[in-house]
């Protein structure tokens, strides 16, 4: 923001004569709302998440049950996670879930313009199509387990049907991690589908008008004139689709409990594991800090974009 | 307008359009209609092997009836009500004023406070997982639906911060003056002019918390563990395995714990959308 504007800002607040008294109440007023007002959210925000991300770096340095006395290891939980093997399964399932959380802004995108009519029923068609996002993952969990159930599911019925034999797809290491993934992604694509709906609502229709005369239809039409003014939805669903895709727990604990053999654990359900299961809260918190580290360079550029968005809208 | 309008199409295409149109929403919808059917079914149907098909048996109240009595599925259910919506208005209050002071105050620090929620919003649940459990602990607040509530609290606080900052910009700065130039406070100013003019937004905003909390699995996984704290997604999740091979029984307290965020979906809609939009298109 410009010092300008900020002047501007302040001017606004004393615009008439007033009283000498009124004006000493005025310009403090100025900081002091702002002050009472956030005095709450802010305190709240900062003691129950800034905090906590600090403490949970600093316990990461330390060997801890988590009740008992803790001792001081520095850089030990860490040379032990990255002698963990079950650490690069887990860091290998989250890369498989990042690039297949990839088809959420694709399959999105698609089913978007797919959707993207005027008939009279299509309010009640993109609603139903929304409803995944409402739903609890833990009830998503629950049916898809019943889908890949291998004597009574319906994959294992359909498979059964065309001479195959049933793939148990929970319990085989090779296809896990894939099987919860796609009961994830219906609800990654919903939320896709909502931002690009809300995108291709708002395209310029002068500029489209303007490519069709040119003689574009088809891919190139979509490809260079419909997609260049969707970049900041797609950056948007994209950027998110990956921060969810490494924050996946729920979908993991409710469908496999990260087996078999922990073959389907990511690394927020190995933390979880190791600090809930295994008393080992200093060894959890290192985990934990291995993927806030991951995550935040996601942040960090949603923030830039965002910050920067703010800066040209004043 | 992008597509072209199948209206504008040709009869075979228009016709297509529509066959296509609901293939697509029967299989997109799938897992939704297996539960449902589920929740239909009496026991004897999955006994016999019919886990698919059409339910043979209307069974659906009888399979409300037995959750509701042979399990504490009631008393989850009052949790999830009571930590929901007391943590939906908690939300309101605090990210309606910090909205109004990031959105209409110039103060120093207002782009790291705006920062700090933007950011916060995203991290990963497991890196506040240990102090936040001591913190509820220490607090004697351990295994009480209060520990999620307060947590629940804070973390929704910053998502609707952000949320209803956006809002709040687009008032006009006029009105805030011309509240001025007639001698009201800055308190009155919020709650008399700002709120009722945030009314829509404050709506859908509900809308969005009341989800995100009601869905929660992972902090009830690590703050509660007693039946009488327990919210709907844990205590199903408990039940599942009790109640193994008790699909149908499975599938009705999924539809109990489905239908309260599916109905207000439907009845905001609009504001719901355009809550999950905000920073993504232009209001």
Not at chain 2, 166 to 184: D, K, Q, T
Request: hydrophobic share 55%; aromatic share 14%; charged share 10%.
């Amino acid at each position: 923001m410009s010092e300008k504007t900020e002047m501007a800002d302040y001017a606004d607040l004393a615009v008439v004569p007033r009283t000498r008294m009124q004006r000493v109440w005025e310009t403090r007023a100025v900081w002091l709302t702002p002050l009472l007002l956030l005095a709450a959210p802010v305190s709240i925000f900062v003691l129950l998440i800034v905090i906590p991300i600090i403490q949970s770096i600093w316990i990461s340095f330390y060997d801890w049950d988590g009740t008992g006395p803790a001792s001081w290891v520095g850089l030990g939980n860490y040379a032990e996670l990255f002698a963990d093997p079950q650490f690069y399964v887990s860091l290998k399932n989250n890369v498989i879930w990042l690039l297949l959380f990839l088809l959420a802004p694709v399959v999105g995108l698609a089913i978007a313009v797919f959707l993207n009519q005027t008939l009279p029923e299509m309010r009640l068609v993109k609603s139903i199509f929304f409803i995944p996002l409402v739903l609890a993952h833990v009830i998503i969990g629950v049916v898809f387990t019943w889908f890949y159930d291998p004597t009574f599911g319906i994959i294992a019925i359909l498979a059964r049907a065309v001479g195959m034999t049933p793939p148990a797809i929970l319990s085989n290491e090779h296809l896990v991690t894939f099987g919860i993934i796609a009961a994830a992604l219906w609800s990654q694509i919903a939320f896709c589908l909502v931002l690009f709906l809300a995108g291709l609502s708002q395209l310029d229709d002068d500029l489209i008008a303007a490519g069709r005369l040119d003689g574009a239809s088809g891919w190139p039409l979509f490809y260079y004139v419909v997609l260049p003014q969707l970049r900041p939805v797609t950056f948007v669903a994209t950027i998110i689709t990956v921060i969810m895709s490494l924050r996946n727990f729920d979908m993991i604990a409710i469908m496999t409990q990260g087996g078999p053999y922990g073959s389907s654990t990511v690394l927020a359900y190995q933390m979880f594991d190791a600090t809930i299961f295994s008393y080992r809260a200093g060894y959890g918190a290192a985990i934990a800090t291995v993927l806030f580290a991951i995550m935040s360079v996601y942040i960090a550029w949603f923030l830039r974009y965002t910050l920067k968005q703010e800066a040209a809208e004043r | 307008m992008y597509p072209t309008p199948i209206q504008d199409s040709s009869l075979p295409v228009r016709v297509g359009y529509r066959f296509v149109l609901y293939v697509a929403i029967a299989v997109w919808i799938a897992p939704l209609i297996a539960i449902v059917m589920t929740a239909i079914r009496a026991q004897g149907d999955l006994l016999a092997g019919n886990y698919w098909g059409m339910p043979q048996q209307f069974a659906l109240v009888e399979n409300f009836r037995e959750i509701f009595a042979s399990s504490p599925m009631g008393m989850f259910f009052v949790n999830s009500i009571v930590v929901t919506v007391t943590t939906v208005v908690g939300v309101l209050i605090l990210s309606t004023l910090a909205a109004v002071a990031l959105a209409k105050y110039p103060f120093p620090g207002r782009t790291l406070v705006f920062s700090m929620f933007i950011a916060g919003n995203f991290v990963p649940y497991q890196i506040l997982m240990i102090p936040v459990r001591g913190i509820v602990l220490s607090l004697g607040l351990y295994d009480s639906i209060w520990a999620l509530i307060i947590f629940h609290t804070a973390f929704q606080t910053g998502f609707a911060t952000l949320f209803l900052r956006n809002f709040v910009v687009a008032l006009p700065n006029e009105l805030f003056e011309a509240a001025r130039l007639e001698g009201a406070s800055e308190f009155t100013i919020i709650w008399q002019i700002i709120v009722p003019l945030l009314r829509p937004a404050l709506a859908g905003l509900s809308v969005l918390v009341f989800t995100f909390v009601w869905n929660d699995y992972f902090w009830a996984l690590v703050l509660v563990q007693s039946d009488a704290a327990k919210p709907l997604t844990l205590g199903l999740a408990g039940l599942k395995g009790e109640w193994l091979t008790a699909w149908n029984l499975i599938s009705a307290g999924s539809l109990a714990a489905a239908l309260p965020p599916v109905v207000l979906f439907f009845l905001t809609q609009k504001h719901f959308v355009a809550g999950l939009t905000v920073g993504a298109v232009k209001s």
